[in-house]
DNA sequence: TTTTTGGTTCTGCAAGCACAGAACCAAAAA
DNA sequence: TTTTTGGTTCTGTGCTTGCAGAACCAAAAA
């Protein structure tokens, strides 16, 4: 990183990063990045490509993992051909967050298989099944109660700003 | 998979599979996998070798990952060199678990930093932003509440067991 | 019709990674 | 001391994946 590197670029760079490290594309992390700091409300592909020094094919690429995720949302304009793309409004983090809960759903599914199978339920292995288990069952149904209040609140926001109106 | 593979072999294997998707390699998984329906408590570093038929340097950089994670523990009998491994009885699954969410607290800071950058803070994109923001400062603190209520459940229950004896 | 535009899909390459096997090393045994 | 044991680290290989550039394609423009 040069030093004069602004810090738009810079937070374009870490966004980067950081989708890296959950195991997605730098480069759909990289548009990410540039559409929060965009001062556009939405932009072109032609724009990424040229903003992000990117190849087409992977603008095209990663912009199309951003939608299938959520985060980002294609966008037209009457008597243009271009397609623009802009932070999803819609995007549903309640929704989103409860597909990453489903790995406890699947690694709990793991405890309970592998404890079905011990031949003794009865020794230290077999608690620390049990117990792993028991914290999985728990966390899920909490999780769950937490997005409904999540859902809820929400709700009562949209409807109070609706009576403002 | 052969059909006549027992559910033990299976249940492995599957570990193997749900590790990879999760970012850690199958073997760590195999292992894991292993120690849970193995009929011993603790297995040797050789025994891992032969029954999931990998080498020494696999096994023993994957014992590491799996012990670094805090899944897995060494231990040793007296009068014997070999070193065995087990399900750590100490796994502190709340600690685990804490480390996942600082996923979220690390991106809640990507998003406070675009919405930083962002030249006109009035627009659609920044309430998108300030909503993920909210969401996130929310469902953190919730979820540090929820850890501490599991932890004070765990105590409780040690306290009866120790007061039964 | 032909040409241009906007974008997608195909092809090839470079980097990363999990694994095997070999080389290695320290501690115990002989 | 030398040999054996138990395990780690090094080296090479095949597989995967993100990317660029090229080929491609459909719709609009000319």
Not at 58 to 73: A, D, E, H, P, Q
Request: with cysteine; charged share 35%; proline share 2%.
């Amino acid at each position: 990183m040069s030093p004069e590197m602004d810090s738009r670029t810079k937070h374009i760079e870490e966004s980067g990063i950081f989708f890296e490290n959950v195991g997605l594309p730098r480069m759909a992390g990289r548009i990410f990045g540039f559409l929060m700091v965009s001062d556009k409300q939405d932009v072109s592909f032609e724009e990424l490509t040229r903003a992000l020094k990117a190849s087409k094919s992977s603008i095209s690429n990663n912009v199309r993992i951003l939608i299938n995720i959520g985060f980002i949302k294609a966008i037209s304009h009457s008597g243009e051909r271009k397609t623009y793309y802009c932070l999803s409004p819609e995007v549903d983090w309640v929704d989103y967050l409860k597909k990453r809960i489903q790995n406890f759903e699947h690694f709990r599914k793991l405890l309970e298989n592998g404890y079905e199978l011990r031949p003794d339920k009865n020794d230290d292995t077999s608690e620390w099944l049990k117990y792993g288990i028991d914290f999985y069952i728990w966390i899920s149904e909490r999780l769950d109660d937490l997005l409904e209040e999540w859902r809820q609140k929400v709700e009562k926001t949209k409807q109070n700003s609706q009576g403002k109106r």
